[in-house]
């Protein structure tokens, strides 16, 4: 079933009733408020140009309040909900540490005048892979982590950057596939 509207003059009556409503008391505030401030002085213009901005500043003051009561009964109460804890965690994308890893990465492949800052990252990863998936300590069993590290991430690990150059991609690259391969 679908809802007939009033008939026209009907709803005419009720706008103009409506407005009336919202109108009169700004206008009533308008005027009081602007003779007192003409009469302290405070309105610097002749009588009839105050009066007009006070008329004026009254219609203003009404209409806003119709508006925003006439649109207000469409309005819905927001509630709002707390998040659980994991969906309030920060993305990866403001991870300063994963930000810290792009800008080095991008500094290690694109500049030639900063140090190499990826080459220990990489080292740690591989020591810290080597100790939990196969027990083997980097640094006081390097025989054994020889033979299961890839000889690409054995050669870049073995060969620690001393300069300033710009790294190859492709060296990178296959370092971090040795590290994730552990």
Known sequence: M???????????????????????????????LGGLLFFIGALPYAWPLALL??????????????????????????????????????????????LRLRRDLRDALERDDRTDEIYPVIRELAAERLLA???VDLETQ????????????LAYLEHPPTDTRRRSRSALHTAIEGVEKL
């Open 2 to 32: 679908t809802r007939s509207l009033p008939p026209l003059p009907h709803r005419q009556h009720a706008l103009a009733t409506d407005l009336r409503r919202h109108l009169v008391p700004a206008l009533v505030i308008a005027v009081l």
């Open 53 to 98: 901005v006070v008329v004026l500043a009254g219609l203003v003051g009404g209409l806003l309040t119709w508006g925003l009561s006439t649109t207000a009964r469409d309005v819905e109460q927001a509630y709002w909900v707390s998040t659980p804890r994991q969906e309030a965690a920060p993305p990866d994308a403001m991870d300063y540490r994963l």
């Open 133 to 135: 998936h196969h027990d």
């Open 142 to 153: 390097p025989e054994q982590a020889r033979a299961l590290l890839d000889p690409h991430l």
